[in-house]
Nanobody, 124 residues
């Protein structure tokens, strides 16, 4: 299973970006999908997650109301729409796939597969 994240870049504060993550190798709909981020010198942290069918989502408090995670099981990618970006959103963003339950989606250890990361830089 391979995950390919894309869509990062440089944006000014208040701007928007949309990240994408494509999963290859297995049926996309079998995975809970998550987005995490890691800023320089900090631990990787949870950003958002979406259930297999897309009917459940979860967000970190720091991004709630600004970021939206979505998926289209017919087309494969999972998306992270990021609006009203702030300098503190600057990080490398990783997508991850989880074959287990929805219960612990905020934890990095439950995810089975990880993408390579895409860098987001928000200037003030």
């Amino acid at each position: 299973v391979q995950l390919q994240a894309s869509g990062g870049g440089l944006v000014q504060a208040g701007g928007s970006l949309r990240l994408s993550c494509a999963v290859s190798g297995r049926t996309f709909s079998r995975y809970v999908m998550g987005w995490f981020r890691q800023a320089p010198g900090k631990e990787r942290e949870f950003v958002a997650a979406i259930s297999r069918s897309g009917d459940q989502t979860d967000y970190a408090d720091s991004v709630k109301g600004r970021f939206t995670i979505s998926r289209d099981n017919a087309k494969n990618p999972v998306y992270l729409q990021m609006n009203n970006l702030k300098p503190e959103d600057t990080a490398v963003y990783y997508c991850a796939a989880d074959t287990s339950t929805w219960a612990h989606v905020r934890g990095t250890l439950v995810y089975d597969y990880w993408g390579q990361g895409t860098e987001v830089t928000v200037s003030s």
